[in-house]
């Protein structure tokens, strides 16, 4: 019984190490598109390199290498695009239709180039959409954003607003 313990601990310590350590959260979204070096660092601190539909999990932050670009879609069918050379947090993202208010998706940007467009978390709660920069946090409320994120100031473009929406 002992050896099948002790084997049952090397097999679990192994795949804990390849996969870049234990979530204790589902993932929130999958990497839909994607463009050289990737990586995930979880809230523990385990990297992991993402490749096409990894998952995301909340409290990851995701950084892009030189030349790197990924797409995250989440799973209400919000959109990160992120490029080259950028960093950012999923800060909170819970997704759940049937508790409208408690629904929520918070994005650090920390640097570089993103496009963010909103999912179905708007329709259901109106202030659960929010982006934060280095200089401002932005409540989106259905609408198609652009951010450049740079160490002395940010540039947000609005690309495209929902119908109705100012």
């Known amino acids: 019984m002992k050896k099948v313990i002790a084997l049952f601990c090397v097999l679990f310590l192994g795949c804990v190490w390849f996969s870049g350590g234990v979530h204790a959260e589902d993932p929130v979204g999958l990497v839909g598109a994607l463009e050289g070096g990737v990586q995930a660092v979880s809230a523990d601190g385990a990297t992991r390199l993402l490749t096409l539909q990894s998952p995301v999990y909340p409290y990851d932050r995701i950084v892009t290498g030189p030349g790197a670009k990924a797409q995250i879609m989440f799973d209400d069918d ?3 695009v992120q490029g080259e050379r950028s960093e950012m947090v999923v800060d909170e993202y ?4 049937s508790r409208k208010s408690d629904s929520k998706a918070f994005f650090k940007l920390i640097k570089g180039v993103f496009r963010a467009v ?6 259901l709660n109106q ?3 929010k982006v934060e920069t ?3 946090v932005i409540g989106i409320r259905g609408c198609d954003l652009a951010f450049r994120v740079g160490k002395l100031s940010d540039e947000i473009y609005v690309i495209e607003l929902t119908p109705g929406r100012r």
């Not at 819970?94 to 239709?97: A, E, F, G, L, Q």
């Open 118 to 123: 909103t999912g179905k978390i708007v329709e």
């Open 134 to 136: 280095g200089k401002a």
């Open 94 to 97: 819970i997704y759940d239709p």
């Open 78 to 80: 919000s959109v990160i």
């Open 127 to 129: 202030e659960g959409f």
